[in-house]
């Protein structure tokens, strides 16, 4: 009669062990997907430029999703900045209301000439809908957003 007992708890265990834990992602998946806010791009040998950036994308499968590009307006050189495409990825969660992920690769043009390139760029994203990232690309530029979309959100 031991056994039965024993085994139960071992099928409990096992079971535990093999059920995944939930992923951080952003919902709803397939999802097309427009965010707008602040955005400052400061590049040695260029006047600090304050934007409005429009960032379009899909949420893909809420892991691995894609941004469509980036346009910005805005005075000074804001109306020639653009941000190309690339495929990101959701890594973490941050803590209850934010998960982490990565830009593959963020390029930043002015007038269609690269000036600011970095692979793997974090960001992270709310379970409201804020998308924000700051970054440091080497050696002289640095770029920054508050975003916000109804589109999608965080699921820690």
Known sequence: M??????????????????????????????NFTANGNAVLDKTGYPTQFCVLTLTGNSGDGVNGSISGGTNTGGGFCSLITVDSSPFTITGTLNPTTVQGSISSLVVRLNGTVICSEANRLFTADTSGNINFASTIAPDCNVSAALNTTDVWAVP
């Open 2 to 31: 031991k056994l039965y007992p024993m085994l139960s708890g071992l099928a409990l265990v096992l079971a535990s062990v093999a059920t995944p834990a939930a992923a951080s992602s952003i919902a709803p998946t397939a999802t």
